[in-house]
């Protein structure tokens, strides 16, 4: 499994639970639209609990009382997710959708408590929880005082490092449409566009057909006065 060995982590699982957590996964695949889970499921459905992208996409959302859906992120090959709602014993708080064909790892949620009590593993999946927390907190303290274009310019950044997978190494290609940016972001399409002109005309990315590319990342975090991370 090439693609979660990529992964920062799963790469950095002892062998021994990495391949702990593999051997308690079953494949599943998912047509394109096909629900992994959604809002208000629980998570001890028989279909899985805890799971591992191995290809294609996955979109987390949120769906509001109003019909209005707020994207929370595009999961990438390689990461894993729904551990929060087995922790709490808790409906799922947010839909997971496959964006195209995509094929997963499921662990089911019995198979998930014994792995919880290996005192490695358990380590590593609050390591992972704490990990999206301060990327959640960050997103929030960025929607409160930054300006769009910041906040744009920010998200990008995110998605350059994989979002969620929050990779060292960053991509010149960002794969999430501008619609899906501006749902992220919960601004409108007009807006987020008119914002990445102002990107297109400084030379810090290019807009292409699907996706974003970035062109000179340290001007791109300029314009958003993000802070260079450190490798």
Do not use: C
Request: hydrophobic share 50%; proline share 4%.
């Amino acid at each position: 499994m090439n693609v979660f060995d990529e992964n920062p982590w799963f790469k950095a699982l002892p062998e021994e639970e990495a391949e702990a957590l593999l051997a308690a996964a079953s494949a599943r695949h998912l047509a394109a639209g096909e629900f992994l889970f959604r809002q208000g499921d629980t998570a001890m459905a028989p279909t899985g609990a805890f799971f591992g992208v191995a290809s294609g996409l996955i979109k987390l959302s949120i769906l509001h009382p109003d019909g209005n859906e707020a994207i929370l992120t595009i999961i990438e090959p390689g990461n894993w997710i729904g551990e929060v709602a087995v922790l709490e014993g808790a409906p799922r708080a947010h839909t997971a959708i496959a964006v195209g064909d995509t094929d997963v790892l499921a662990v089911s949620a019995d198979k998930f408590g014994q792995l919880m009590q290996r005192p490695v593993f358990s380590h590593a999946i609050a390591v992972q929880v704490a990990t999206r927390l301060r990327l959640a907190y960050g997103l929030m303290g960025d929607s409160a005082l930054q300006s769009t274009l910041e906040r744009i310019v920010r998200r990008l950044v995110l998605l350059a490092h994989g979002d969620v997978t929050d990779s060292i190494e960053e991509r010149s290609v960002i794969t999430a449409s501008q619609d899906t940016l501006a749902m992220m972001l919960g601004i409108s399409r007009p807006t987020l566009n008119k914002e990445l002109q102002v990107l297109v005309k400084r030379g810090a990315i290019a807009l292409r057909y699907g996706r974003i590319e970035i062109l000179d990342m340290q001007l791109l975090q300029e314009s958003g006065q993000v802070v260079p991370r450190k490798t």
